[in-house]
């Protein structure tokens, strides 16, 4: 499994920007795909997450109504919509990809086998 991440960039505070993960993989629908981040001087942490059913989402509070998750099945890929973004949203975005997450795990780190390089986010005051 190969992610490819990319629609980062610098923004100001209240703007939207999309973010988007290409899957270099098999029967992508099997897979239950995360947006995590991780600023500078800290650990990383759960964005958003789909199941591989397409139905079932997760949101970290601090996202929940500014940030929405969605994919396209058929052309391997997974998106993450931000909007109304503020400068605490400033981090390096990964895509992953689990296999076997459940809805209890979909927010842990460790549930995800695969991981993209990641895209810089930066969110200016």
């Known amino acids: 499994v190969q992610l490819q991440a990319s629609g980062g960039g610098l923004v100001q505070a209240g703007d939207s920007l999309r973010l988007s993960c290409a899957a270099s993989?098999?029967?992508?629908?099997?897979?239950?795909m995360g947006w995590f981040r991780q600023a500078p001087g800290k650990e990383r942490e759960f964005v958003a997450a789909?199941?591989?059913?397409?139905?079932?989402?997760r949101y970290q509070d601090s996202v929940k109504g500014r940030f929405t998750v969605s994919r396209d099945n058929a052309n391997n890929r997974v998106y993450l919509q931000m909007s109304s973004l503020k400068p605490e949203d400033t981090a390096v975005y990964y895509c992953?990809?689990?296999?076997?997450?459940?809805?209890?795990?979909?927010?842990?780190?460790?549930?995800?086998?695969?991981w993209g390089q990641g895209t810089q986010v930066t969110v200016s005051s």
């Open positions: 789909q199941k591989w059913d397409g139905g079932t989402k």
């Open positions: 993989v098999g029967n992508f629908r099997r897979y239950t």
């Open positions: 992953a990809a689990s296999a076997g997450a459940i809805y209890s795990s979909m927010t842990t780190s460790a549930a995800y086998g695969y």
